[in-house]
């Protein structure tokens, strides 16, 4: 009897354990985020990589990303204009706008400098590619590509990849918790599910010896591991380390915009 008792008791705790895990898990939805964090105005970051964890840092960025609140046709909206820039010149733009209260994408133009451009109004159901209007009768296999995903997207709850840095922001933050966000980067594959896991806290020592305590989030994929570090006060982006392949890249939120 007492093995018995035993048996049953450590399956209801594997049982437990699993639901619990289910229970923190969660498939995001329009009325799971909060957009009121996200507050107007430009906020950049350092970006670049390091071939090994104690090499020189080499291929700086600095990204510029600048939010606004506004009126976009006849709706409740908020843009997200970015400009990527090397230490020579701009090389990458895109204005981005999203529903204000879901963050779901209305319309996109971007610009890679001298390489590609696109546009997609989900409002219009419109999408170009190098000033070229997608159509289902597209047969090269990137127009294709770009088309199926924009017709997928139209018709399901997604959040735009490329807006990763205010898309983390808004979600709902718990220790232990596994969010499955349906991301969707405009112009590329297929809207999938990704998954994010909270999977501890840290701190941040800022300026003036300033503590920030953070969530770390988390996201791995082949050969790829990507941690966020996420304010937990005010839910910025602060810090991304990434590794894949033994290299690295990071993205550094300054702490002040010029």
């Known amino acids: 009897m007492k093995v018995c008792s035993l048996l049953a008791g450590i399956a209801i705790c594997l049982a437990s354990s699993r639901a619990v895990a289910q229970q923190d898990t969660v498939k995001i939805s329009s009325d799971m985020i909060n957009t009121k964090v996200l507050k107007n ?26 939010i606004d609140h506004l009126d976009y046709q006849g709706r409740k909206a908020i843009s997200v204009t970015q400009e990527w820039e090397d230490n020579t010149k701009i090389v990458h733009k895109v204005y981005s706008v999203c529903d204000e209260k879901t963050f779901a994408p209305l319309y996109q133009k971007s610009e890679w400098i001298g390489r590609l451009n696109s546009t997609f109004n989900f409002l219009t159901k419109e999408g ?14 990137t127009k294709k590509q770009a088309y199926d995903g924009f017709q997928k997207a139209m018709n399901e709850y997604v959040l735009n990849w490329h807006l990763d840095l205010e898309v983390f922001p808004i979600l709902p933050y718990k220790q232990g918790r596994t ?11 297929s ?36 941690t966020f570090w996420i304010s937990k006060k005010t839910r910025e982006v602060l810090k991304l380390e990434q590794v894949f392949g033994g290299r690295f890249r990071y993205k550094i939120k300054l702490g002040f915009s010029m």
Do not use: M
């Open 41 to 66: 105005g430009t906020h950049r970051y350092l970006v670049y990589f390091k071939l090994g964890k104690d090499s020189s840092r080499i291929n700086y960025q600095l990204w510029s990303r600048t």
């Open 179 to 189: 969010f499955l966000v349906n991301f969707y980067d405009p112009g590329f594959s």
């Open 128 to 141: 170009y590619v190098n000033d070229t209007l997608l159509t289902s009768a597209d047969t090269a296999r």
């Open 191 to 226: 809207p999938a599910f990704q998954a994010y896991t909270v999977s501890g806290s840290a701190t941040l020592t800022g300026y003036d010896n300033q503590e920030i305590e953070c969530w770390l989030l988390t996201h791995t994929s082949r050969n790829n591991t990507e």
